[in-house]
Each structure stands twice: as structure tokens, then as C-alpha cells.
């Protein structure tokens, strides 16, 4: 994948390319932000974590100025989200869950269409428009309608569209929802190519992967409030010292082994995706070895075992309360 090039330079005097402070949004009587702080420094990749209607969304569109707060600020390379909204809205791009492309056109016309209505001359409209296919491996699709593209085609002529002009702040809302793994990779390869280009990135997403594999940082915001706050490796240290992780031979012997777990480790075991795995905090080996003799002399084949840090998902279930929903129902927040 090509590096991408960003145009431009700093534009304020601040350390950070975003400010947030104490921002507050409610609809009536429902409070959905009660009060974030957080801050994202220039050319860096900070994922924001939360469960369905924990207030992601919104914040996202407050900070790309579709939504004005109720009480609080927020500062994009420090110009005022509300009092400074038009500067905000040229140095900023929001590429929400669900591609915003015309599946009428085709994807070269969707980009010179988009980069004439930002200013750009014909031919240059149409030279951004193949740099960009070029880059996002859609050249030879550049010509058939988007109705016709897969969904992970889609997603990537999403995100060029949303850097024709390249811009200071990327907004990235669940982008890879509902695509399949190599899809998802691919976006992946993309945002890690804009961020090395000096594009500052902002990510929500529900996908633990794909936060542990692009973010610097990680927030996790939980009923509109920031609940943690730091690197992967300091949210991973902050809820145990360590984590067992059990992969048996046969799946429908994993309730049976949840069971003994949860008896020798003094913990509820998490399930993993995978059917035949599960996990729990356990620091001492002692106690590990002695939970691995249990359950073999309870006829559980084990295939594999380790013993390390906890994952992300482990992460999120202690800080939340509950599992990162199943991503085949992830929707997009209503409010």
C-alpha cells in the first residue's frame, strides 16, 4: 500500500490536535455524555471503546461539528468546535459505519465528483481520482458502478473519498463493521498508512483486534463517561497480572471446563470467539498447573494452554461489566 500524502501543516499553537473538555450532550432528560476529558496529540491513533450507546457516535459527530454539545468544549487544533465550527470543518473528515458513496456512479466518477465540488479543476479532479484508486488497490474497479463492489471495495472507496483533500484529523466510525477479515486488514493497512503520512486518526470500534492492532492509546467510555484511560499495555496491567488461556480438543466440553475454572481460580472464566477456547485472571502458575491437572482428570483434553496478559476483551468485560458484543449485530448508536 502506497504512503499517502498529507497536505498541510500545523495550524495552531496546541500540543494536542484534540481538546476535549467536559463535554456534555443530552436530549431532554437523557443525559448521553456526562461530562468527557481527553485529549489526542498530533499525528497519533486513539481508538474509543464502548459498548452500544455508550456515547461514541456522539461524540464523534460533536467533534466533527454535526452536533453541538449541551454544556463543554472541545478544540481541534485549538479552534473551538462551536465558535470556530467552519475553521474545524476544513481540517477535519468523518467516515461514518456504512459507505456514503453514490452506488449509482462509478467509483472514479464518485471521487471527481467529490473533488469538484471541493474546488478542484477537471483535470486535476480527475488525476486525484486515479491517484486514489491506484492507492486503495481499485484501479481496475474504477470503472463499474458501486452498486456492483463488495463490501470491503466499498469501504476503501469510502475512506478515499473522505481524503481527496487530505485532512488533519481523520474521524473513523466503526469502519470495518461487517466486513470479512481480509477486508478488514485491508482498512487496516490503509489507516496505518495515513497515520504514518501525519494524519492524526481518531477510531471507534467494537473490534478489540483492531484497536490492540492500530491504537497508541485506548479510551473506554462506558453510559457517557470516560471509565479508562491509557496505552493497551497499562489498560491490560490494570485489571490482573495475568491471564490463562484454555483451548480444549472438544467445544461441548467448554461449559463443563468454565465450570472448573471458575472453582480453582476463584474467577468467572470469559468465553472466547472461538467455541473451543476460554480464559481467566490467574497470576500464580501453581494454581494454573493444578487447574490444567483438574481438568484432565475430569476427561477435558486440553489442545493448548498459556499463560500471559490479559487480552483487550478481557479488558473491556472488567471495566464495562459486559462482553463486546458479537460483531454480526453491531449497529450504529441512534443518538
Known amino acids: 500500500m502506497e504512503t499517502f500524502a498529507v497536505s498541510g501543516g500545523t495550524t495552531a499553537a496546541s500540543d494536542y490536535a484534540i481538546d476535549v473538555r467536559n463535554l456534555r450532550k443530552s436530549y431532554g432528560k437523557v443525559e448521553v455524555l456526562k461530562g468527557v476529558n481527553f485529549q489526542v ?7 474509543l471503546l464502548g459498548p452500544n450507546g455508550a456515547g461514541k457516535t456522539t461524540t464523534v459527530r ?5 452536533l453541538k454539545p ?7 487544533f485549538g479552534h473551538d468546535i462551536v465558535r470556530e465550527a467552519k475553521a474545524v470543518q476544513q481540517l477535519v473528515s468523518l467516515t461514518g459505519q456504512f459507505a456514503s458513496v453514490d452506488e449509482e456512479l462509478t467509483g472514479r466518477e464518485n471521487l471527481v465528483m467529490i473533488a469538484r465540488l471541493l474546488g478542484f ?11 486514489l484508486l491506484e492507492a486503495f488497490d481499485l484501479a481496475e474497479a474504477g470503472n463499474r ?22 485532512p488533519e484529523i481523520l474521524f473513523l466510525d466503526e469502519p470495518t463493521t461487517g466486513l470479512d477479515p481480509r477486508s478488514r ?21 467494537q473490534y478489540m483486534e ?20 491509557g496505552t493497551i499495555g497499562e489498560l491490560k496491567a490494570s485489571v490482573g497480572a495475568g491471564t490463562v488461556r484454555v483451548r480444549l480438543h472438544d467445544p461441548q466440553q467448554r461449559d463443563a471446563a468454565a465450570a472448573i475454572l471458575a472453582q480453582t481460580l476463584g474467577v468467572q472464566p470469559y468465553l472466547e470467539a472461538d467455541p473451543a ?9 501453581e494454581l494454573v498447573a493444578s487447574t490444567l491437572t483438574r481438568l484432565t482428570g475430569s476427561g477435558i483434553a486440553v489442545s493448548d494452554y498459556a499463560l500471559g496478559q490479559p487480552s483487550l476483551d478481557e479488558v473491556f468485560l472488567a471495566l464495562t461489566g459486559q462482553p463486546v458484543e458479537d460483531e454480526t449485530h453491531q449497529t450504529e448508536e441512534v443518538v
Open 210 to 229: 483492531e484497536a490492540d492492532q492500530l491504537a497508541e492509546r485506548v479510551i473506554i467510555i462506558d453510559h457517557g463517561t470516560v471509565i479508562a484511560n
Open 145 to 166: 458502478l458501486v452498486k456492483n463492489y463488495s463490501g470491503g471495495m466499498r469501504r476503501r472507496l469510502d475512506i478515499a473519498a473522505s481524503i481527496v483533500v487530505a
Open 70 to 76: 449541551t454544556s463543554g468544549t472541545a478544540y481541534i
Open 41 to 47: 496529540r498530533r499525528g497519533s491513533l486513539l481508538a
Open 121 to 131: 479543476p477537471w483535470r486535476q479532479a480527475r488525476s486525484r481520482a486515479d491517484e
Open 277 to 285: 477456547a476460554l480464559s481467566a485472571q490467574a497470576s500464580d502458575p
Open 185 to 205: 486488514r485491508q482498512v487496516w493497512e490503509i489507516v496505518r498508512s495515513l497515520q504514518a503520512a501525519g494524519t492524526t486518526v481518531l477510531l471507534t470500534t
Open 62 to 66: 460533536i467533534l466533527a461539528t454535526l
